[in-house]
């Protein structure tokens, strides 16, 4: 078998193919979306090179799969799927959103309860699970664009809202873990 190659050159014009066959333009929405997803992984991938924690690997190479199966979603024309005997939804399963929800609850047991607004810093991994969490946040705002234009299924919705939520309290849980004070923003007007 030839090793395909992997330039196509079909996007040279600003133009890429959907799951399905549809081409639409780089810029378009669903293209944003699972764009951001796509982000969102490589920099848990920088993340996970940070974390020493055998439970939080294995946590967040969960989340690197549920994303993978977000992306894959998102790339999807369902219009163009001919042949689909039923409505296209993504596959991400049911507990996902749970998972995330417990696995905040563990964290939040271990961490001092915040009063102040924190900001992103301290010790490498602490920065990496801030860039996580923003970068989540964007996402989220490129999917719910993509909503305004197409169904989008309510599972992938809550579970990038809890996801970024996880990654601000990973990011604390880092600095519990390095020993690193909390950067607390101090509000310069009283």
């Known amino acids: 078998m030839e090793k395909s190659k992997i330039y196509t050159r079909t996007g040279d014009k600003g133009f890429t193919a959907l799951v399905g066959g549809t081409r639409v333009a780089k810029t378009d929405a669903r293209i944003e979306a699972y764009g951001t997803v796509d982000e969102l992984n490589a920099n848990i991938a ?4 940070e974390i020493d924690d055998p439970d939080d690997r294995r946590f967040l190479l969960q989340v690197q799969y549920d994303l ?3 992306g894959g979603y998102l790339a999807t024309d369902p219009t163009a799927m001919v042949g689909l005997t039923r409505t296209l939804t993504c596959e991400l399963p ?15 047991a271990l961490i001092a309860p915040a009063n102040k607004f924190i900001l992103p810093g301290g010790c490498r991994s602490n920065s990496l699970a801030h860039v996580c969490r ?7 705002r490129r999917i719910y664009t993509l909503a305004e234009q197409v169904s989008v299924d309510a599972p992938v919705l809550k579970y990038i809202n809890r ?4 990654f601000f309290l990973l ?11 909390e950067i607390f923003w101090e509000k ?3």
């Not at 920088?46 to 090179?49: R, S, T, V």
């Not at 929800?101 to 964290?107: S, T």
């Not at 990011?171 to 004070?181: E, I, V």
Request: charged share 35%.
């Open 68 to 70: 993978f199966t977000v």
């Open 94 to 108: 049911p507990e996902s959103a749970e998972a995330l929800e417990a696995e905040m609850d563990k964290i939040d």
């Open 134 to 140: 923003t970068v989540c946040r964007r996402a989220e």
């Open 188 to 190: 310069p007007c009283k």
């Open 163 to 166: 996801l970024s939520d996880y």
């Open 46 to 49: 920088c993340l996970l090179d």
């Open 171 to 181: 990011a604390r849980k880092q600095s519990f873990l390095c020993n690193q004070d």
